[in-house]
Nanobody
Framework: QVQLVESGGGLVQAGGSLRLSCAAS????????LGWFRQAPGKEREFVAV????????HYADYVKGRFTVSRDNAKNTVYLQMNSLKPEDTAVYYC???????????????WGQGTQVTVSS
């Protein structure tokens, strides 16, 4: 069992930056791949980024590539999403998720956080 709690969301102007954190409790955090997803009002949930359990592999959605960076600190049981050059279209609730396999498919993830709101003003 893994519990995930996101933080770091907020209101930022276009071009600004935010760093989201996702703290995990439970056992064997380092055994899980961690993904970030987002959902904007009226839209379906979409993949943002994923990092493998040993940090050797990361993958990003095209619409965030070059602007967002996913990282993790297994000693702190935390995964991060550094978001730079934010755009109004990045506005969404951001969720972290954990599963044994790294995947871009949200339905494959077993554990989810409650989400944190990111709002980017123009």
């Amino acid at each position: 069992q893994v519990q995930l709690v996101e933080s770091g969301g907020g209101l930022v102007q276009a071009g600004g930056s935010l760093r989201l954190s996702c703290a995990a409790s439970g056992r064997a955090f380092s055994s899980y791949a961690l993904g970030w997803f987002r959902q904007a009002p009226g839209k379906e949930r979409e993949f943002v980024a994923v990092i493998s359990r040993n940090t050797e592999s990361t993958h990003y959605a095209d619409y965030v590539k070059g602007r967002f960076t996913v990282s993790r600190d297994n000693a702190k049981n935390t995964v991060y999403l550094q978001m730079n050059s934010l755009k109004p279209e990045d506005t969404a609730v951001y969720y972290c998720a954990a599963d044994l396999r790294p995947t871009i498919v949200g339905d494959s993830y077993t554990y989810w956080g409650q989400g944190t709101q990111v709002t980017v003003s123009s």
